[in-house]
């Protein structure tokens, strides 16, 4: 029998009986031999290994983040394009960064910094559409997040949501585009470091205890049912998906545990740059990168950060001076604490801006938008570690060495998490679009 089947198709060639079983055990759970042979072909081309990134944490400075103060100062350049900080070593030998990146210094030899990220749209909404998806915004269409593609591709793990933004979506195009609602991020809802941080929704409604709660659960099964006999309809699918999900994270302590800082003792505060004082009525880092690894390890496969106003038309030193040293003391405690647990490995690390700031200071002594080369930081979930990745001109006005576009970078992400970037999902119109066009892998990034 294998011999006939083997006639007949080519691709048959040289598999036993025991593939033909195999086979009809996937065809049990919905997969076609095509599609086996196909994700055959997919593992055979990555060399038959797992994904490196595991979970990803994505911290995300809004507003166009100052490349040239931060990760490539230009101490020889005119004084009006160098700026007021000054450069300081880092543990990687021949590479500065600005003196108000102490801690993260440090960790330099655990990083890859990109100096040569670019691209066109010096709007913030384009810019953010085009770092958050890899496409260029369309009037067509909205395209989705890399954290909503991953939420669609990968799917919940444990109990915890597959997407996670803290502690709010902080921008539209952070969520699901033209992907179900069920692929959007769950938000905290409320800053970290707020005194009595508790999280919206994660616990039942005053007077309803467990038995009601699971009385309430069936009387909507009922409902739900009914609606279903009368009219297919997918909305109700993608309402009973969140509302299960809802379930399974109401339903868990370790997930619910996994949203409080109450567990972390005062060392690991600390580290983050959470000095045990009164709590202070601003945004902190520390609590907010904090929290992220705390869901990353419970589970939750993508969570954005967003901290920080960078958007520095005027005064810009002096509106990045409280800034700037929270989130370096904050990232380089993220970074020195994922490594010392074992799991930076396996967590991909990002740090973007929707684009860099101009080169040259302002006559009100501010920077502006800057998309043609700027600076991002990747690190873990098999990112080379120590590495400085393309360059900037003697000017940080353009890309010197290996530009990297929004494309690449995007490809190379969705690579590391063992996604097809090249892979169609299907938009409004039962149309097929590329999860991204034009994309390569960055070799040079990868460890």
């Known amino acids: 029998m294998n011999q006939l089947i083997q006639s007949c198709n080519p691709a048959f060639s040289g598999r036993s009986r025991r593939d033909f079983l195999y086979v ?37 400075l809004q507003g166009g983040f100052a490349h040239m103060d931060s990760f490539d100062p230009k101490p020889d350049a005119p004084a009006e394009y160098r700026g007021i900080l000054d450069p300081i070593r880092t ?8 003196s108000h990146m102490e801690q993260t210094a440090k960790v330099a030899d655990r990083i890859t910094v990109v100096r040569s990220m670019s691209h066109t749209e010096v709007d913030h909404s384009r810019g953010e559409h085009s ?36 502690p709010n979506q902080g921008s539209q195009f952070l969520g699901n585009g033209y992907l179900s609602n069920a ?10 470091a707020r005194p009595n941080f508790s999280v919206r929704d994660l616990s039942h409604a005053k007077g309803v205890d467990d038995s009601r ?30 509302y299960q999900r809802a379930y399974d994270l109401l339903a868990s302590p370790k ?22 004082a009164p709590p202070v009525l601003r945004p902190s880092a520390g609590s907010r990168l904090l929290i992220a ?4 390890e419970a589970g939750a496969r993508f969570v954005t950060v967003t901290y920080g106003a960078w958007d520095t038309h005027a005064f810009h030193y002096r509106s990045i001076e409280p800034q700037l040293p929270d989130l370096d003391r904050a990232f380089a405690g993220l970074i020195q604490d994922l490594d010392n647990r074992g799991i930076l490995d396996s967590t991909l690390v990002l740090v973007t801006s929707e684009f860099g700031r101009t080169p040259k200071i302002n006559a009100g002594g501010g920077r502006d938008h800057w998309p043609r080369v700027f600076s991002i930081v990747m690190a873990g979930g098999g990112i080379r570690r120590g590495s400085i990745y393309g360059a900037s001109d003697g000017l940080a006005a353009e890309p010197a060495e290996s530009p990297l576009s929004v494309e690449d970078y995007v490809t190379t992400v969705y690579h590391l998490l063992g996604i097809d970037a090249a892979k169609s999902l299907m938009s409004p119109g039962d149309r097929p ?3 991204v066009t034009n994309g390569s892998v960055a070799k040079g990034l990868l460890a």
């Open 255 to 276: 997930a619910k545990n996994a949203f409080s800082l109450k567990d972390e003792d005062e060392k690991t505060r600390e580290l983050y740059g959470m000095k045990p």
């Open 183 to 192: 692929c959007g991020p769950f938000a905290l809802g409320t800053d970290p």
């Open 131 to 166: 770092m958050f998806t890899g496409y260029r915004p369309s009037p067509a269409l909205v395209y989705p997040s890399v954290g909503s593609v991953v939420a669609h591709e990968l799917g919940p793990r444990d109990a915890m949501p597959a997407y996670i933004c803290v």
């Open 24 to 60: 009809g055990w996937l065809g049990g759970v919905g997969l076609t031999l095509g599609q086996m042979l196909s994700l055959e072909a997919m593992a055979k081309a990555s060399g038959g290994q797992s994904p490196k990134a595991k979970s990803v944490i994505h911290i995300y």
């Open 293 to 296: 690894r705390r869901l990353v």
């Open 91 to 98: 543990s990687l030998p021949g590479v500065y960064f600005s």
């Open 213 to 242: 709660f699971e009385r309430r659960k069936d009387l909507k099964s009922i409902v739900d049912g009914h609606f279903e006999r009368m009219e297919k309809d997918d909305s109700i699918a993608t309402m009973n998906s969140l």
């Open 433 to 435: 679009q590329p999860i």
